[in-house]
């Protein structure tokens, strides 16, 4: 995440200000641009191209300060959100900000690696879209299924999220680890086809092996002995899937934590400093980590980062990385 400031006063901004504090300026994120903009009185930008934008319709309802190109209309991320609460679901639309919150934080890692975020508005088969659903009258599964990411609101609730992580013994749970978690799905569906498959295998397993039975040997018999050694989490041990999805989401973990750190000034270089996940790791996230657990520590916190990186998911985490190399060099 980077460091923003008003273009007016030039005061520190951060990515969800919708007006500066310091000048009263009314903001817009203008996402071509990466960048936090001033909107006028009407809430509309133009920008360099000569284009105006106008302030997301959704601003009220979820606090989207991202720019969109039609007066009156939504933004690109409000687009990718196919489902939400009812209109008559209070406390559904209560916990809608939060998951829309984490949503628009997602898409801008996804901008910063160049990887593919197009909507099923555009293509029906291969696109991305997020079914954002309230469990208020009944049950909702978090997952992924064709390019759909569902996310059970009630995951932004944190006495929910911290009563089902402790249940199931995680050292770690947040709406933005879920929705990294399960756009990893989607990216190993778009990317891991024809030749690749076998390499993808080669790390993380058969993915044809049978997923309901995966599922209910974990959650019987828990992760295998010395899961440790080879695994980022106990949830990668369940099926090849699952560890992808893993490595996957602490892959995003690891780039947009440094990335944030070096446009603060707490690392010396961003991630795209780095050729090799192997050299980001142990020369910067390792370091770091350990300092920044410290630091959450001397708070009365949980560790911020706590999880152990052995070789086997440094390979792992190499492979994604690659991946997504590979499809933004795509045209």
């Not at 809608?96 to 996804?110: G, T, Y």
């Not at 050292?171 to 989607?186: A, D, F, N």
């Not at 961003?270 to 050299?279: G, I, N």
């Amino acid at each position: 995440m980077k460091a923003y400031r008003c273009r007016v006063c030039d005061n520190p901004l951060h990515f969800e200000n919708s007006v500066c504090v310091a000048c009263g300026t009314a903001l817009g994120y203008a996402r071509d641009e990466r960048a936090i903009v001033p909107v006028d009185d009407r809430g509309r930008y133009r920008d360099q191209a000569g284009r105006t934008w106008h302030v997301c319709r959704n601003l009220a309802l979820t606090g989207c300060t991202w720019l969109a190109p039609e007066a009156g209309g939504q933004c690109s991320a409000c687009d990718l959100t196919r489902t939400r609460p009812a209109d008559d679901d209070a406390e559904g639309l209560a916990r809608l900000p939060a998951a829309e919150r984490a949503k628009r934080h997602l898409l801008v890692e996804l901008d910063t690696l160049g990887l593919p975020t197009t909507g099923k508005q555009a293509d029906p088969h291969e696109g991305l879209a997020f079914d954002l659903l309230s469990s208020t009258h009944g049950p909702v599964t978090t997952g992924h299924q064709d390019g759909v990411v569902t996310i059970d609101l009630a995951e932004g609730d944190d006495a929910h999220r911290e009563h089902v992580r402790a249940t199931l013994a995680e050292p770690y749970r947040t709406l933005l680890g879920h929705l990294r978690h399960e756009v990893g799905h989607y990216y190993e569906w778009q990317l891991v086809r024809g030749d690749e498959v076998e390499r993808c295998r080669a790390l993380f397993g058969d993915e044809t092996a049978d997923y309901q039975a995966a599922l209910d040997r974990h959650y019987a018999d828990g992760p295998p002995e010395g899961w440790q050694e080879e695994f980022i989490s106990s949830y990668a041990t369940m099926h090849p899937f699952e560890d992808f999805a893993e490595t996957w989401a602490h892959h995003l973990h690891i780039t947009d934590t440094i990335e944030t750190a070096s446009e603060y000034g707490l690392a010396l270089a961003p991630p795209s400093a780095f050729s090799s996940v192997r050299d980001l790791v142990t020369g910067v996230w390792a370091p770091l980590t350990v300092a920044l657990n410290m630091v959450n520590r001397s708070m009365g916190k949980d560790d911020l980062y706590p999880f152990v990186i052995p070789g086997p998911v440094l390979d792992k985490l190499e492979y994604v990385a690659g991946l997504a190399r590979s499809a933004r060099s795509d045209p």
